[in-house]
């Protein structure tokens, strides 16, 4: 494949200054490959990293961990277009083969590196976020230390891209160690919540309860498995939940809105010895009483971050076409319109649930 010399891309250069610039197609060194990016979803971690969230840009006790001049973009699938045998070897792939790609960048020198826990690695570097380019480009270069999966070509690219945010998802699920007769309430039908739920369904557990204020959505949530939904806007969810187990609340509560009112119903619903599985980006702080998760119901607590080991069964589920991806994807654009994209992902009004863009649109 002949490659152009130049290319567009999405530049964060701080806070709410993202620009469509030209940038060189990288040069590969000896074990790094190039796609050509077909789709790339756009998270509410990239709308909260935009807006100037703490977590991102420093400040509330944080030091700044996002970069600037950096192309954002960190749900990625394309392909394969261009590198050396040993690199196309090294990565398992061949040119002209579809990947998805994980969002962590590992070391593989840090402690937790060497302990199998590349997904916490010390450093933590990410595609899109920093040290490394991302997918709101035409081009993308995979280093030597990125991991990539193939995926079908059959299926549309962006809901290749999919497999990222479902992975994640699926690595709550596993946190949330389910059991068969277990309650479970997924607390936000977006991408995350939705993928839980898909996922959760494959465990089995007894009861599956999907929380949200869109009734589209929630209907959207019983189509990826959801056995009841509860629009909070309409019912007392805490209340209800109570009321279907016997007064005693859920076994497990997996929170995937990124809003603090979540975690104090995630901590009210939960019944005494309960699990509660955070699954989230936060763009401000939350106050809980710890003394529910101590002294009242001894619950147990488990963060959740990116998608370990989860990948070949999030590829395995968007390739069955058991999930209502049409559906869940809902918008499209082209790199010309990224901030249309990120302007639809912050609209708490819309009816969009997972926003892409597509670099060769």
Not at 61 to 84: D, K, L, M, P
Not at 169 to 177: F, G, I
Not at 218 to 237: F, Q, S, V, Y
Not at 316 to 340: A, H, R, V, Y
């Amino acid at each position: 494949m002949n490659l152009p010399a130049e290319m567009r891309a999405v530049v964060c250069h701080g806070p709410k200054d993202y620009r469509l610039e030209t940038r060189p197609v990288p040069s590969l060194g000896e074990d790094d490959i190039l796609i050509q990016v077909e789709a790339v979803g756009v998270c509410a971690s990239d709308l909260k990293c935009y807006h100037g969230a703490a977590k991102f840009w420093g400040g509330e006790g944080r030091a700044q961990w996002a970069q600037e001049n950096v192309i954002s973009g960190h749900e990625i699938t394309g392909t394969v277009v261009q590198g050396s045998e040993s690199g196309l070897n090294f990565h398992g792939v061949e040119i002209g083969d579809r990947v998805v790609v994980e969002q962590i960048v590992p070391c593989g020198e840090c402690r937790y590196c060497h302990r199998g826990e590349y997904w916490m690695c010390g450093p933590h570097d990410m595609f899109g976020f920093r040290n490394f380019d991302g997918g709101m480009a035409e081009y993308m270069l995979i280093p030597t230390r990125g991991l990539v999966h193939k995926i079908s070509k059959e299926i549309p690219a962006h809901h290749a891209a999919f497999a990222e945010p479902l992975s994640c998802a699926l690595h709550a699920v596993e946190r949330a160690k389910l059991q068969f007769e277990d309650t479970l309430v997924i607390a936000g039908a977006g991408p995350i919540g939705l993928g839980v739920i898909a996922g959760a369904r494959q465990k089995n557990p007894l009861r599956i309860i999907a929380l949200d204020m869109d009734d589209a959505k929630l209907e959207l949530a019983k189509r990826c498995g959801a056995d009841l939904t509860i629009n909070i806007r309409e019912e007392d969810a805490v209340a209800k939940v109570k009321e279907l187990t016997d007064g005693y609340g859920a076994d497990v509560y997996i929170e995937a809105t990124g809003h603090p009112s979540g975690v104090v119903q995630g901590l009210e619903m939960l019944r005494k010895l309960g699990r509660f599985v955070e699954y989230s980006v936060f763009g401000s702080e939350t106050s809980v009483d710890w003394s529910i998760i101590s002294d009242d119901k001894e619950l147990d607590v488990y963060g959740a971050h990116l998608g370990p080991h989860t990948w070949p069964a999030a590829i395995k589920l968007i390739e069955s076409g058991k999930l209502p991806l049409d559906e869940i994807c809902t918008n499209q654009f082209g790199l010309e319109q990224f901030q249309d994209a990120l302007d639809m992902v912050g609209d708490s009004a819309g009816a969009s649930v997972k926003v892409s863009i597509l670099p060769q649109k």
